[in-house]
T-cell receptor, first 115, second 112 residues
Framework: AQKITQTQPGMFVQEKEAVTLDCTYD???????LFWYKQPSSGEMIFLIY??????QNATEGRYSLNFQKARKSANLVISASQLGDSAMYFC????????????FGAGTQVVVTP | DAGITQSPRHKVTETGTPVTLRCHQT?????MYWYRQDPGHGLRLIHY???????DKGEVSDGYSVSRSKTEDFLLTLESATSSQTSVYFC???????????FGQGTRLTVV
């Protein structure tokens, strides 16, 4: 069975600082994908970044980067130069190739960016 | 924006009544998902589909059933609504195993 764990329920970060959101996962499969989503207070789900299990380089998308440590089964999201608009709930998710597309999420981390 | 629509967007229903939520997509994506979102629990997978008539259970499937008779529609039915099913329900679609999922706007369901 696959599982996603986000251990930080909430955190505060100052504007312009970097923040790291933790995500660990558990799967016995070799082929899987890891995703991060942002959910602002308006409620929509916004895709941020993707990392495949066979990707050798860490994924980056603008101010977002994914620190992928396969042996430790962690996929932490790094947001550089935080902005007030980054205040939101952030979810880590995983899709396993052998599970017919099953797509599961962690419990989320609430980020509040302060001036 | 991905073409995905949930209906209704809001619903209040009484305990014990059946309720059906609809997810409609215009992207011809293979995978479709139903989640519920409750404070402190994130998004929990209810059911998902990997093709027409191909569905499977997620982690919180008790009390829910689904059907997918055509590619574009994925229906979630609460057979006999209970107050514990008061939640925000999200539908999502994905084209492949290594592609992101796109989400609908959510349905706020209240069972009284």
């Amino acid at each position: 069975a696959q599982k996603i764990t986000q251990t930080q329920p909430g955190m505060f970060v100052q504007e312009k600082e970097a923040v790291t959101l933790d995500c660990t996962y558990d799967t016995s499969d070799q082929s899987y994908g890891l995703f991060w989503y942002k959910q602002p207070s308006s409620g929509e789900m916004i895709f941020l970044i993707y990392q495949g299990s066979y990707d050798e380089q860490n994924a980056t998308e603008g101010r977002y980067s994914l620190n992928f440590q396969k042996a430790r089964k962690s996929a932490n999201l790094v947001i550089s130069a935080s902005q007030l608009g980054d205040s939101a709930m952030y979810f880590c998710a995983m899709k396993v190739a052998d599970s017919w597309g099953k797509f599961q999420f962690g419990a989320g981390t609430q980020v509040v960016v302060t001036p | 924006d991905a073409g995905i629509t949930q209906s209704p967007r809001h619903k209040v229903t009484e305990t014990g009544t059946p309720v059906t939520l609809r997810c409609h997509q215009t992207e011809n994506h293979r995978y479709m998902y139903w989640y519920r979102q409750d404070p402190g629990h994130g998004l929990r997978l209810i059911h998902y589909s990997y093709g027409v008539k191909d569905t499977d259970k997620g982690e919180v499937s008790d009390g829910y059933s689904v059907s997918r008779s055509k590619t574009e529609d994925f229906l979630l039915t609460l057979e006999s609504a209970t107050s514990s099913q008061t939640s925000v329900y999200f539908c999502a679609i994905a084209g492949g195993l290594n592609t992101e999922a796109f989400f609908g706007q959510g349905t706020r369901l209240t069972v009284v």
